[in-house]
Structure formats: structure tokens, C-alpha cells
């Protein structure tokens, strides 16, 4: 990973290698829900180089700080994601089960 | 703690289609946007709170469910996770011994990488371009089928493919063949074990997930004789890797009527609708048009092509209700499918925490 300029650190730019539109416009997703970031975007500057720039400018926070913890939330929002969905699939197949059993009495 | 006016509260939560376009499509993401209102727009915690997911509909490789509390940001995430980044096995070498039938051999070796595998990548490596091929990254295919002279035509299909447990059978070609005849000679492939003899594949062998795709036909005297090496890969590579047919979502439709429609005007809605979205209920007033199944609706805005029907009928979409679409080729089920992608995006994220600290 890149860094942009180190004079300020409170206003970056990222530079992700290997990753797209899937991660980047995820994390410009949580990074803008966070109240210490003033703004936040990003940028793919050539389709053909798989990289994105992420830029975040934050109220006084180090960025790569604030950037961190957004990646942290967007991981926790992902295991909650996971745990409702396995437990969605879970009550959907107890419920079929109880139907089928109904049938066949 | 205060609550946005209606109007600013729609326009937050829907997406109007209107008869010429839709609007408000872009969500207001910035935690401030509502500050001047006293309303926070962070809602974090109201995420894990409000978030949740109905299954509609679970079979062997197709599977529907509703998300809803969620941004666009993740589900599309997850979308183009489960098309271009979650691994499959297909096959990817080819080594043709012989090929007398009609089809060119760079065409038969593409029709078979497409074909979908029953294995479960989970239990493979990706094979780099330096590694050998081993019985942890590659799994071999034997094809051996001609059709004899004077026979019928026939055609040969995916269930014709042979796992080879052991590995390749074609030797290598050696500079000095005379040298040690004893030796054990070498083939395309260095397994040091039998695929056979791992638990997880004596129970359930490996094979093409539909037995009945046409591979090529022969004519009499025609004949194919070759070798197909399967590894892991992903869809961003080459779509054969992808494990999905297809995954979508669509936003869940809202169809509002803003005035009450009776009599010849609500039979004339009704017959509008090419999905019926519309039924007529008997009042004490009349016959009334309602909202029966807004779920069906395809937001074609039929409905409202008409002069004036804008004023009667409302086409709106809930921004945070997704209805999930996944269908599998078959070598994962659908809901597994799921898990692995939202596994892939956390570990997206812990990447970039480890390159952060």
C-alpha cells in the first residue's frame, strides 16, 4: 500500500493494490457513516490496473486511524451479515421440516 | 431523538421511478447530511439492531432470500464477490493424445474447461505457474471414447470423463529413455498419494456435476483420446471459475396509490398491469383498486405512461430491501456460496488492517 503525502496526516490518499469497486466502494460506504471523516471517495485510475485510490480527509484524526477502524467495522458488520444469514438458513430449513413432516401424518 | 419531515424521509429511504426517469437513486451516505435537523445519519448500531434476512426459497443449487437494512455498497459487494472472486475447480490443461472428430482441439479444450465439477474447492490449493502439479492442486480426467467404423454416430458426454485418482498416465517424454529402464517413469503430474484414498473423496468421487453435457460427436472412425487437468481458480480469471450461473439483487418494489381509484378508472388499472399487481376490492363507495401483489411488480411504469396517471399511482423502491438471487453451477451449494463470499470481503479487510499497522 501507498501513501499519498505524510505532511498531513490528517487528509490521505490509499492506494490499494489487487482490489476493485467490491472493497473500495464498501469502505467509502463505512468510512462516510463515521463521524470523524469529513470526506471520503474514491478512484480507479485506469480500468486496466487493478488498483483504486481511497482518499479520506478526517476532522483531525490520523486517516490511516480512522481508515483502520472503518475496515474493522466493515468487518464486523460482515460477521454479523454471516451469523443472520446462517440463521436465517437454519429457521428456513426447521420450518421445511416441520412442513414436510405435516404431510405426511 | 428527532425525526425527519416526510418528505426529506422518503427521499432518503426510496427511489422514485417516475414516468420518464427515476430519481433520488443515489444514497445520502455522509454521517452529517442531516446534522442541521439534529438527525444523525450514522446509525451503526441501528444496523445490528434492524438488520435481517428471510429466506424465500432454498433447493439444491438455487436459493432466494430478502436482505433487508443493508446498503447497495454491501450487497453489490457481495454480488460481484460471488461472481468473480469466490474459487472453483474447472479444467484447465488439456493434453490431446488423439483427436480424429470434427471438433478443433482448442474448441473441445474450452467446451471442457466449462463444464462444472462436483468438488469442493475448500479442499484444494491454487496451483501457481512454478508448481508441479500435485495431488493438493490438480485433478486429472481421462477421456478415451471413438466411435467404431461402420457404427452409428454417437456423442460423447461429460460422463465419460474418468477421474484418474492417481494422477496422469501419459509419460513424459525423456531425453534419455535407455538409461535406467528399471526406474518408475515420469507422467505429467507428481502425486504422492491417491486422491482416492483421502475420506473426503472415497464417499463422494469427483466427477462433472451433470452427467449429460455434450462434449463432441462422432462419426465412424472418429476418435478422441486425451488427458484434462482441473485446479482452482477464480471468476475474474476466466468465467469458467465462476460458481455461479448467475447472482442478482433487485430492490423491493413499492407501489403506493395516492388518490383512491374506483369504478371504470380501477377496472382500467388493473388491466394496465401486465404482472396484476392490482386488484379490485367491493366498498360501500364503489369498486376500489388496491395494492395486491407490489412484489410482482417489474417497475415497466405502465401504469403511469398514461397523461395524468402519475397523479394516482406512485412507483417507488425501498433502498434497503434486497431481494437476493443466487443460482449455482453446483459445486457449492447456494448458501454456502453466500458464507464464502462474505468471508472473502472480511478478508479484504483484515489485508488491509495488516498493511495499515
Known sequence: MEHGSYKNPSASTFSLSEEDHTLANSLR??????????????????PSEAKVNIRVQTTGDHASEVLKDSCQNLMNICEHVRNTFENAVDEYRNSEATDSMAITH | MPELPEHLELKRTRVSCNFDAPTDTEPILYSGAYASMGVDNTNMEDFFKNFKIKINRLTEDEIEFDMVGIDAALANAFRRILIAEVPTMAIEKVFIAN??????????????????????????????????????????????????????????????????????????????????????????????????????FSVNPICARHPDITIARLGPGQEIELEAH????????????????????????????????????????????????????????????????????????????????????????????????????????????????????????????????
Not at chain 2, 478443433?104 to 467446451?111: G, K, M, N, T, W
Not at chain 2, 474447492?121 to 466411435?147: M, Q, W
Not at chain 2, 462474505?342 to 479484504?348: C, G, M, P, Q
Open chain 1, 29 to 46: 460506504f463505512v468510512l462516510n457513516k463515521d463521524p470523524r471523516v469529513t470526506f471520503c471517495g474514491y478512484s480507479i485510475p485506469h
Open chain 2, 99 to 200: 483427436n480424429t472428430s470434427v471438433i478443433q482441439d482448442e474448441v473441445l479444450a474450452h467446451r471442457l474447461g466449462l463444464i462444472p465439477l462436483n468438488v469442493d474447492p475448500r479442499l484444494f490449493e491454487y496451483k501457481s505457474e512454478k508448481d508441479l502439479p500435485n495431488e493438493k492442486n490438480t485433478i486429472v480426467f481421462g477421456l478415451h471414447a471413438r466411435c467404431e467404423r461402420g457404427a452409428p454416430r454417437n456423442t460423447v458426454k461429460s460422463d465419460e470423463l474418468k477421474w484418474l485418482p492417481n494422477g496422469s498416465e501419459f509419460l513424459l517424454a525423456t531425453e534419455d529413455n535407455d538409461s535406467d529402464p528399471a526406474a518408475k517413469a515420469r507422467t505429467y503430474t507428481s502425486f504422492s498419494c491417491g486422491q482416492d484414498s483421502l475420506p473426503e
Open chain 2, 230 to 357: 482441473a485446479v482452482k481458480g477464480v471468476g475474474k480469471e476466466h468465467a469458467k471459475w465462476s460458481p455461479v450461473a448467475t447472482a442478482w439483487y433487485r430492490m423491493l418494489p413499492e407501489v403506493v396509490l395516492l388518490q383512491d381509484v374506483y369504478d371504470e378508472k380501477a377496472e382500467k388499472l388493473v388491466r394496465k398491469c401486465p404482472v396484476n399487481v392490482f386488484d379490485i376490492e367491493d366498498v360501500a363507495n364503489g369498486r376500489k383498486a388496491v395494492v395486491a401483489r407490489p412484489r410482482a411488480c417489474t417497475l415497466c411504469r405502465e401504469c403511469i405512461r398514461e397523461e395524468g396517471w402519475d397523479q394516482y399511482v406512485a412507483l417507488r423502491r425501498k433502498r434497503d430491501h434486497f431481494i437476493f438471487t443466487i443460482e449455482s453451477t453446483g459445486a457449492l451449494p447456494p448458501e454456502v456460496l453466500f458464507t464464502e463470499a462474505v468471508k472473502i470481503l472480511e478478508d479484504k479487510c483484515e489485508r488491509v488492517i495488516t498493511e495499515l499497522s
